[in-house]
């Protein structure tokens, strides 16, 4: 079973950045395509940022977009979420999962939620 364990959280002032990464157990990443997922206390959790299998295709939340890039590298069995120019409105638990190759959606085959990374913006 595809598993996921999220690191590279923190406490970060506005405007500054992080780099969130997360390594894929249990099966190799080389032909999924995965995304970025985030959830705020209170609300709903929402897709940030996804990538092809490939790496040649990416999306990104209108939220996001300019400030977030996402990345792999398949020979880690990693995907990376850079996130730069950061808001408090970014505070979340961020989440990996695999998404199908188009847009930005979990695959519903798969429900193994890792712990997650806590993000923390503020002065």
């Known amino acids: 079973q595809l598993q996921f364990v999220e690191s590279g959280g923190g406490l970060v002032q506005p405007g500054g950045s992080l780099r969130l990464s997360c390594v894929a157990s249990?099966?190799?990443?080389?032909?999924?395509?995965v995304g970025w997922f985030r959830q705020a206390p209170g609300k709903e959790r929402e897709a940030v940022s996804c990538?092809?299998?490939?790496?040649?295709?990416?999306n990104y939340a209108d939220s996001v977009k300019g400030r977030f890039s996402i990345s792999r590298d398949n020979a880690k069995n990693t995907a990376i979420l850079q996130m730069d120019s950061l808001k408090p409105e970014d505070t979340a638990v961020y989440y990996c999962?695999?998404?199908?190759?188009?847009?930005?959606?979990?695959?519903?085959?798969?429900?193994?939620w890792g712990r997650g990374t806590q993000v923390t913006v503020s002065s």
């Open positions: 249990g099966s190799s990443l080389n032909y999924r395509a």
């Open positions: 999962a695999p998404v199908f190759e188009s847009g930005c959606q979990r695959r519903f085959d798969w429900d193994s």
């Open positions: 990538i092809s299998s490939g790496g040649g295709h990416t």
